[in-house]
């Protein structure tokens, strides 16, 4: 079967939220016969309130915990994406503003459909954090479809 998504990609971070995400972003890659990459970002934080810094896109340091474990949770989603018969499936790790690294991504690599989770923050969450759903559906140069628990 074919469909509208031949490529789809999925932002995971170790969440429910984004394991729900995972799970849609599968599903559809299985119904549609799609390419399936799976990206995390390992977050980088500059100093509050200080100058922007620069952060590499590509992740090298594997001697952090947060970045292997980053790895292993690819890895394990790659495989269990390929168990259940997708037939392409590719992992990217970055590290960075997630925001950035993952819009970054979307404007070199052009998916036909992004897949993301939703921690359904309070409007006062939003205005301190942000929403990096929010931030994608408004930014991504292509279709966003955020998973939104349900209430």
Avoid: N
Wanted: proline residues 7%; glycine residues 8%; contains cysteine.
């Amino acid at each position: 079967m074919t469909g509208p998504f031949a490529s789809i990609t999925v932002a995971v971070d170790g969440s429910p939220h984004a394991d729900r995400a995972f799970a849609h972003a599968l599903g559809l890659a299985k119904a549609f016969g799609a390419s399936l990459t799976i990206i995390s970002v390992v977050p980088f934080h500059p100093a509050a309130f200080g100058a922007p810094q620069l952060a590499p896109q590509m992740v090298a340091d594997d001697d952090d915990e947060e970045v292997r474990a980053c790895r292993t949770m690819l890895e394990k989603l790659q495989a269990r994406a390929l168990g259940e018969g997708i037939g392409s499936v590719v992992t990217e790790l970055r590290e960075g503003l997630v925001v950035d690294e993952l819009l970054d991504y979307l404007a070199h690599h052009r998916p036909e459909l992004l897949v993301v989770g939703s921690r359904g923050l309070s409007a006062t969450k939003r205005l301190f954090l942000g929403s990096v759903s929010e931030s994608l559906v408004h930014h991504a140069p292509c279709p966003v479809l955020v998973d939104r628990p349900i209430a």
